[in-house]
């Protein structure tokens, strides 16, 4: 019964690589979003989807792609991975009529070797 | 959005009253103030929101002045398992409302000590 889920929890993978990272969430929120958080902690926010549009696009690499299914799915895809990459993405969700805020996954483990 | 300053780390001991004070010197009539907490491995999770005076629920309490220029979350009688990063963010209730984003600063780190 889990609120926001997200594939995988942790990723290894090389340099060059692409990989997917999913996300899913059993709320019936309209608004899903993709945060960034480094080794340091600070939360950045990467994009915003809301009933399947893109609201927010931060300043991030074309190399990151968002794919919105539906509004219960936001997916992110990144090409060419680099260093820099490594970090733990969260997904999370809320509803734009409502009062609670987000609610986050529990984050997917990116390194980058 | 409004900035917000808190400390960087607390410690604190079982069973202690653990105040964290966020100052947001520019916070704007509509916005509203929303602590977050975040233990290790998860995503940050939803505790308090509030506009002025004081909100309290079943994890903490919210404290707002008059000029709201700062705000103060206390954490009653902590436990070990209070051990997390504490996020206090500032967002206009209208952004927030039509899929806006909300801005994470640095958080603060507590440590509660047997």
């Known amino acids: 019964d889990t609120a926001v889920s997200q594939t995988p929890k942790y990723l290894v993978t090389q340099m060059g690589n692409d990989k997917s990272i999913k996300c899913e969430q059993n709320?019936?929120?309209?608004?899903m979003y993709w945060y960034k958080q480094d080794s340091k902690k600070f939360l950045k926010i990467m994009f915003s989807?809301?009933?399947?549009?893109?609201?927010i696009n931060e300043t991030v690499p074309n190399r990151f792609s968002p794919k919105s299914p539906d509004k219960a799915h936001l997916n992110l895809h990144i090409n060419s991975l680099e260093l820099g990459d490594s970090a733990v993405y969260f997904c999370?969700?809320?509803?734009?009529?409502?009062?609670?805020?987000?609610?986050f996954g529990s984050g997917t483990r990116l390194t980058v070797v | 959005l409004a900035k917000t300053t808190q400390p960087i780390s607390m410690d604190s001991y079982e069973g202690q009253e653990v105040n964290i004070t966020c100052s947001h010197n520019?916070?704007?009539?509509?916005?509203?103030i929303t602590w977050y907490q975040q233990f290790p491995s998860q995503g940050p999770r939803f505790i308090i929101q509030?506009?002025?005076t004081k909100v309290t629920n079943e994890v903490a309490s919210l404290f707002i002045p008059a000029d709201r220029k700062s705000s103060t979350l206390s954490l009653p009688r902590v436990s070990l398992s209070d051990t997390a990063v504490y996020y206090c963010?500032?967002?206009?209730?209208?952004?927030?409302?039509?899929?806006?984003?909300?801005?994470f600063g640095q958080g603060t780190e507590l440590s509660v000590k047997p």
């Open positions: 999370a969700s809320r509803s734009t009529t409502g009062t609670y805020g987000y609610t």
């Open positions: 709320l019936g929120h309209d608004t």
């Open positions: 989807y809301n009933n399947k549009e893109l609201i």
């Open positions: 520019n916070i704007a009539t509509n916005d509203y």
């Open positions: 509030g506009y002025k």
């Open positions: 963010l500032v967002g206009d209730r209208a952004l927030y409302n039509q899929g806006g984003k909300l801005i």
